[in-house]
């Protein structure tokens, strides 16, 4: 079956916590989880009487969004997550879903994310630069969107973001633990498999496209390509 059939077949659910996300995001939001399949549940919580949704409000219909109104209830205590929870945990054991798309910045939902990856779901994040890094590093992958949404990005080859250290060293143990020819070159996608399983980053977060990218702007390493084929070696 061809690689896009494939993925027409999954179904892939975004929960928004509208009182926490920026709606400007939502195309790019759309355009990633494309790497999933389709989105076919899209659902954005909050309470609609509120101004400051005015900018969802007028989106809605445009994205064919379902709004899900929670009111404020008790001063200070956010009803939205809660419903958002039971949602995704309805649609995990409804097994209809393939993964799961998380728009918000707020760390409550770090158990959420761990619970359906539990599962063996795929989730993605989505959230500002602001976001705590539970929620982060509990997603598979986490995108940050005001990295993304800047203009910048796509006009300079530079990152937008910092590539710290840690990073650096999550992928050279990747690449140690990769099997390698005997030049030292290991499979960018077996680098890139052992290396989200120690971290969520992704790589658009840094203002680049791919990972390949990414990795080919770092010093410590040399990206060829071979046979359709990109190969990775880490020089120090």
Same mark, same amino acid.
Request: glycine share 8%; net charge neutral.
């Given at each position: 079956?061809?690689?896009? &059939? ?18 400007? =995001? ?35 219909? %445009?994205?064919?969004? *379902?709004?899900?109104?929670?009111? @404020? ?10 419903? $958002?929870?039971? @949602? +995704? $945990?309805?649609?995990?054991?409804? #097994?209809?879903?393939?993964?799961? #798309?998380?728009?918000?910045? /707020? ?6 994310? $761990? ?18 890094? #539970? ?5 598979? %992958? ?7 949404? &800047? ?12 590539? /710290? ?21 290991? *499979?960018?996608? *077996?680098?890139?498999? %052992? +290396? ?13 496209? %791919?990972? =390949? ?24």
């Amino acid at each position: 079956m061809p690689a896009t &059939e494939a993925l027409q077949g999954r179904n892939i659910a975004l929960l928004i916590d509208a009182d926490n996300s920026r709606a400007e =995001s939502l195309d790019d939001v759309l355009t990633i989880l494309g790497d999933l399949g389709i989105v076919n549940i899209r659902r954005a919580y909050g309470n609609w009487s509120k101004p400051g949704l005015k900018s969802w409000s007028a989106i809605v219909h %445009r994205y064919a969004i *379902e709004p899900q109104q929670q009111f @404020d209830i008790t001063k200070g205590k956010n009803a939205t997550d809660m419903k $958002m929870t039971i @949602d +995704a $945990m309805d649609l995990l054991y409804g #097994g209809h879903v393939t993964g799961f #798309g998380i728009m918000s910045s /707020d760390s409550d939902f770090m158990p959420l994310a $761990m619970r359906i990856r539990q599962n063996g779901l795929p989730v993605y994040g989505f959230g500002a630069t602001k976001t705590p890094e #539970g929620f982060r590093q509990a997603c598979t %992958r986490f995108i940050d969107l005001s990295a993304v949404i &800047e203009p910048a990005v796509y006009d300079k080859p530079g990152p937008t973001r910092e590539i /710290d250290a840690e990073l650096v060293k999550v992928l050279g143990d990747a690449w140690k633990a990769s099997k390698r020819d005997d030049q030292g070159f290991a *499979e960018l996608t *077996e680098l890139g498999q %052992r +290396a989200a399983n120690r971290s969520s980053f992704d790589a658009r977060s840094y203002g680049f496209e %791919r990972l =390949s990218d990414l990795i080919a702007s770092l010093p410590n390493f040399i990206i060829r390509r071979e046979g359709g084929r990109a190969l990775v070696k880490r020089l120090r």
